[in-house]
């Protein structure tokens, strides 16, 4: 989403440069917004999605459990009759990558677990 222009025209690269550095050298603070980091791992963040497919699959279904019959046969209907019939429940959580390097850390003996053998 872009910004609107401050005036009648979008400013050039040199004149958003200046009022840059005008605002640094006059000391005004700069803000910075920035997202959260997600700190979730893989797995849990599988778990999370796949309970939130679970969740919509159940809405849809009450959606499609109120809509009146005439509607039913639309193609809304039958889009949600489509997500109503998948199978959710057989989804696996997806196991480690063997290439991954934490993985290859743990596959392997320490260097001091060596030596001493």
């Given at each position: 989403?872009?910004?609107?222009?401050?005036?009648?025209?979008?400013?050039?690269?040199?004149?958003?440069?200046?009022?840059?550095?005008?605002?640094?050298?006059?000391?005004?603070?700069?803000?910075?917004?920035?997202?959260?980091?997600?700190?979730?791992?893989?797995?849990?963040?599988?778990?999370?999605?796949?309970?939130?497919?679970?969740?919509?699959?159940?809405e849809y279904a009450a959606w499609l459990e109120t809509m009146p019959e005439a509607t039913r046969d639309s193609a809304t209907g039958d889009a949600l009759q489509a997500v109503?019939?998948?199978?959710?429940?057989?989804?696996?959580?997806?196991?480690?990558?063997?290439?991954?390097?934490?993985?290859?850390?743990?596959?392997?003996?320490?260097?001091?677990?060596?030596?001493?053998?």
């Amino acid at each position: 989403m872009s910004r609107h222009p401050i005036g009648d025209r979008a400013m050039t690269d040199a004149e958003r440069q200046a009022r840059h550095r005008a605002a640094q050298a006059a000391g005004m603070p700069v803000i910075r917004i920035r997202r959260p980091i997600d700190r979730r791992g893989r797995a849990q963040r599988w778990d999370d999605t796949v309970a939130t497919l679970v969740s919509l699959q159940a809405e849809y279904a009450a959606w499609l459990e109120t809509m009146p019959e005439a509607t039913r046969d639309s193609a809304t209907g039958d889009a949600l009759q489509a997500v109503v019939d998948l199978d959710l429940a057989p989804i696996p959580r997806p196991q480690a990558r063997l290439d991954h390097p934490s993985t290859r850390r743990s596959m392997h003996r320490s260097k001091d677990e060596h030596r001493q053998s």
